[in-house]
């Protein structure tokens, strides 16, 4: 089967480091992604790993292991603007374009 | 400006009466999907487009239908909604399907 986890709820200060955990077992892969939703809008792309290693953008990073079927989403100096969904999807099929969500995670910054 | 667009943002309907949400994008992409989102479930796919008069089904397409008679346009029919589709819907688009999916703003839908 197909199956994405990530924690369901992390609180972190602001100014701060914080890493969302995502681990997946899905029949096929082709990338990863991480997209960030603020309640009641759309997801936003965040970043996109297809080889293993750290990928930074800026105060995002997120790094894949395929081999260990597993994903981290780092953000750094935590601003309140942070609260947010984090949703690390899956890449199953090149010839469907079918993403496999995993439920995310909400992140809440505190001062 | 490079946008998914969707109408209406919000609907309130009642149970089977037949109602249309449309969807367009401005960015040449050959692939569209729609999603629903709901507590504890996440997105999950309802159908997917990977171009013109091209569609197939996602993980819960039971109840849905769609066309895509030109690029631009994706709309999801609910032909005779239930309350089960109470959801937020997401339409979203890519080049091909490999690449970022672009999320449209979200359709709120609660069927009484």
């Known amino acids: 089967g197909q199956n994405i986890d990530q924690p369901t709820e992390m609180t972190a200060t602001e100014g701060a480091i914080v890493q969302i955990n995502c681990t997946y077992q899905t029949s096929g892969f082709n990338g990863l992604f991480w997209y960030q939703q603020h309640a009641g809008e759309a997801p936003t792309f965040l970043s996109y790993n297809v080889l293993d290693g750290l990928e930074e953008k800026g105060r995002f990073s997120s790094f894949l292991s395929r081999s260990k079927g597993y994903s981290y989403l780092l953000l750094k100096e935590l601003q309140m603007k942070d609260s947010a969904s984090y949703l690390c999807a899956v890449h199953g099929s090149s010839n469907t374009g079918k993403l496999i969500f995993g439920q995310g995670t909400t992140l809440q910054v505190k001062p | 400006e490079a946008q998914v667009t969707q109408n209406p943002r919000y609907l309130i309907t009642v149970t089977g009466k037949k109602l249309t949400v449309t969807c367009s994008q401005n960015m040449n992409h050959e692939y569209m999907s729609w999603y629903r989102q709901d507590p504890g479930l996440g997105l999950r796919q309802i159908y997917y487009s990977m171009n013109v008069e091209v569609t197939d089904k996602g993980d819960v397409p039971e109840g849905y239908k769609v066309s895509r008679k030109e690029k631009r346009n994706f709309p999801l029919i609910l032909e005779s909604p239930s309350p089960n589709q109470t959801s937020l819907y997401f339409c979203?688009?890519?080049?091909?399907?490999?690449?970022?999916?672009?999320f449209g703003p979200g359709t709120r839908l609660t069927v009484l």
């Open positions: 979203a688009s890519s080049l091909d399907g490999t690449d970022t999916q672009y």
